[in-house]
C-alpha cells in the first residue's frame, strides 16, 4: 500500500450522515496563523464533491473566508439549493462548533460539448525546466509547492518602494507531484501572495476575505495536466480603504485555460 | 411629491419580519425572459442594506442565478452567517414559493483609510458627451440606460465571424440619469451583453450563472460619481464546454476605480 500524498490526506473528509462532513486542518499546509486558505477552499470543494447527491463537475466557486479557522476539527455542511436536469447550486459552511468560518456557494453541472475558444492566451514565457525553482521561506504550506517564479516574486527588499503594477507569473504544481483534479487546482488559485506587498515592498498583514474560482478544465482536460506544471499568474486591480482584489488565470503546459481566479483581500494600512 | 426613479420602484422591498423581504419583479427591468439579472442583483444587494443588523457598506457580492425568475413577486431572505467588530458576511436567498431561485454571498464592511493605488486604469477614451448614444434595441431594460459604445457593440451582422477578442467598453448610465449608489452600481455591472455573441456573430441562448462585483468605491466617491457616466468594460477569458467567464471593470468620470465584476455565463451550442 502506497502512502497517500499529503494534499489527499489533509483534503480527506469523513461523512458524518445528514450530509455533514469531518474534517481537520492540517500542519502540512499552516499559514502563518491557522491553515492556508487554498486548503480550506479544497476542503470545502472536497465535501461538495463526496455528497452523494452531487450532479456534474465543478464550474463556480465562491468562498468567504468568515472567521479564523482554528487549528483542529472542523465540520462541513454543503446543501443543494436548488437542482436542475443538469445543473446544480451548493451552498456550503464551515464551522467549528456553532460558529460559521467559511460561506460558499458552489455551482457544478454537467458539461456539454460546444464551441469551444479561450480568449486569454497564455504568454510567451520559457518552459517550467528552464525556469530555477524558486527557494521557499517562511510558511509551511509554500513547501508543498514548488513554484518557479518568472516575474513579480516577493520583494526581494522590503523597503516601501511603490510599484505601479502587481503582476505575478510562474510555473507551479503540487510538491511532490500529484495528478491535478478539481481540489487541487482550487487551492493552487490560491497560492499567490498579496498583490499589496508587491505594490508596496512593505509587510502589511493582509487576509483574504472571498475568493472565486471559474473551472474551465472538464475531467479530460485535468487528466491531460497531470503532474506537470501549471502557469498561473495574478494582478491586483483596485487598492483601497483597507480592501484590494486580483485577476488571475491558470494554463496548462500546452496553454490550455484550466481555470480564472479573482479574490478580494483585507489589509491594514 | 416628486415622482420616484423608475430603479428605486423596482427594487423596492417591503419588510415582512424575521428579516425577509418581499418585492416583485419589474416591467420596466424586463429581459427576454424574466428579468434583467443586475435588477435582481440590486434587489438582492438592497434587501441586505435595508436589513437592520447590517453593518458596513458592500465590499463583495456573489450572486446564483439557479432558476428562471418568474415575473411577480418573491422573497429575500438575507441572514448574517458571521458578524465581526467592523466586518459581515451575509448568506441571501431569493425565492418564489418554496422554490429557490437565487443564492448570494454579500460581504460588508466598515472602511478605513489606508494606502490606495488604483491599478486598473481607465483607459484613454474620448469623453462620454463626445460618443454618440448607442440605439437602443430589443428587450425592455435596456430602454432604462444611456450606452455609448466605444468598442465592442453588439454585432451588426449575425454572420457568424468569428473574432478572437470580445472587448466591450462603453460610457454607461440610468436613463433618466440617478444618482449613483450601491444597488444601481450593481445592476450596472450586468449590463454586458453575451461576450459569446461577439466572439462569434451567432445568437446563441445563454444564461449568466454566477457574478461577482467587488466594490471599490466608498460612498463619497459614490457621491461624486452622482448622475454622471460610467465608463464600464468586459472582456471574456475562457469559453468551452457549455460555458463562458468575463472580467470588468467601472470606472467613473474622473477615472476612479468604482467596482470591478466577474461572471461566468452559460450558452447552448
Known sequence: MSTPHVFDTAIALQPQGDG???????????????PFGGITA?????AVLLHPDRLGDPIALTINFAGPVADGPFTIRPRA?????STQHWTVELLQGDEVLVTATVFTAV?????????????????????????????????RYEMRFLEGSIPAKWDGAVRDESLSRMWVRDHP???????S???LSDVFFPRIWLRRATFVPIGTVSMTVYYHADAAQLAAAGTSHLLIQAQGQGF???YFDHAGQ???????LLATTHQLVYYKE
Not at 479544497?42 to 472536497?46: D, F, I, K, S, T
Not at 460546444?114 to 510558511?139: F, I, K, L, Y
Not at 507531484?177 to 481540489?183: F, S
Request: cysteine-free.
Open 111 to 143: 458539461r456539454r460539448d460546444t464551441w469551444t475558444g479561450d480568449e486569454s492566451q497564455m504568454p510567451d514565457v520559457p518552459r517550467a525546466p528552464e525556469v530555477p525553482v524558486t527557494p521557499r521561506h517562511g510558511v509551511e504550506w509554500l513547501r
Open 250 to 256: 491558470l494554463w496548462d503546459e500546452q496553454g490550455t
Open 42 to 46: 479544497a476542503q470545502v470543494l472536497n
Open 177 to 183: 507531484p500529484r495528478p491535478l483534479d478539481y481540489p
Open 185 to 187: 487546482l482550487t487551492a
Open 240 to 242: 483601497g480603504g483597507g
Open 81 to 85: 439549493a436548488r437542482t436542475n436536469r
Open 20 to 34: 455533514v462532513f469531518a474534517g481537520s486542518t492540517s500542519p502540512a499546509y499552516a499559514n502563518m496563523i491557522g
